[in-house]
């Protein structure tokens, strides 16, 4: 009886199991299914004008084909920017909660508030942005005030990347470069950044794709109006139309795509479907980027 018993357990067990490998299965394959189709039908509607010749390189004034040069600058400018002022930002603030501070109320705070900024409506840290950067500080819409207001996206994502990176290496690591006499600044610099150095990067690059697709802050902060570069003289800084100048408007590529959706004119719709064209791949490609590096890295610093 006990035999039986147990072989009727054993096939209930089995097949509970294959139901619920068979469920989770199928909405892994919907979510996929959906991800694909939104991607496939973004490239097939937008993928002919973003293939056209000169559309990555004219200006949307262009009579004959208006193109995104400009706005594909300004979120390539924009995201350099954004990464420039967080990156170190968040690199720091990581080392600082693995290694040196306290397990107290204040790193606690410090985690949620970090936990919190992550969850914030984009809306809203634009209109905060336009509030502080814009009109506070007296940056005007530019493109220091929407970098700043991407750095408030950048720092929570970033920050947890490297903290989870560090706190990953090995509790061996730490003792042995401690038991030869380093300082811990020593064994961080030495030790622990290099081995966490494949994640950090990808954790660098995924963000990087986040920030690249912003819209919403990006409108009250940076602008929407495409600027009038001058790459025949990048080097006049007090220049609006200097490619490289921080304190002039910007119009990336999401912000560009909402604008003709909101105002509508003739050969607009086509723009938008290649312009979003453009948007997915630059994203997809960071991905890419990031599963690449990190496995190059890996390869490279920890010899795995």
């Known amino acids: 009886m006990a035999n039986r018993d147990l072989t009727a357990h054993v096939k209930r067990i089995g097949s509970q199991d294959k139901i619920a490998t068979g469920i989770l299965t199928a909405i892994v394959a919907v979510v996929m299914a959906l991800v694909v189709a939104i991607i496939a039908y973004i490239i097939v509607r937008g993928g002919g004008r973003a293939l056209t010749p000169g559309f990555l390189t004219n200006t949307p004034t262009d009579d004959i084909l208006p193109g995104i040069v400009y706005q594909l600058w300004d979120s390539f400018y924009l995201l350099l920017v954004t990464l420039v002022i ?104 030495n030790v622990l950044l290099p081995a966490a150095m494949p ?21 009250f902060t940076a602008g929407s109006a495409p600027a009038r570069l001058n790459f025949a003289n990048p080097f006049n800084f007090a220049s609006p139309t200097c490619p490289f100048n921080i ?23 086509e723009i938008v479907w290649g312009t979003a064209c453009v948007l997915i791949v630059c994203v997809l490609l960071f991905n890419l980027l990031a599963r690449v590096l990190g496995k190059f890295l890996a390869r490279r610093l920890t010899a795995e």
């Open 86 to 189: 967080s990156v170190p930002i968040s690199l720091g603030a990581a080392i600082f909660l693995v290694e040196y501070a306290p397990d107290n109320w204040i790193t606690s705070a410090a985690s949620t508030a970090i936990e919190t900024l992550s969850s914030l409506p984009s809306i809203v840290v634009g209109m905060f942005g336009s509030l502080f950067f814009v009109v506070t500080l007296g940056w005007g819409i530019s493109i220091l005030a929407g970098a700043c207001a991407l750095t408030m996206f950048n720092i929570p994502i970033l920050v947890r990347t490297i903290q989870q990176a560090l706190e990953d290496v090995p509790r061996s690591q730490r003792d042995a470069a401690l038991a030869m006499g380093l300082t811990r600044w020593e064994t961080t610099l």
């Open 247 to 269: 304190f002039r408007p910007a119009c990336s590529l999401a912000v560009y795509i909402w604008r003709l959706t909101s105002e509508p004119t003739e050969g607009s719709t």
């Open 199 to 219: 994640a950090i990067v990808t954790g660098i690059v995924i963000s990087a794709g986040r920030v690249f697709g912003e819209a919403a802050a990006l409108i």
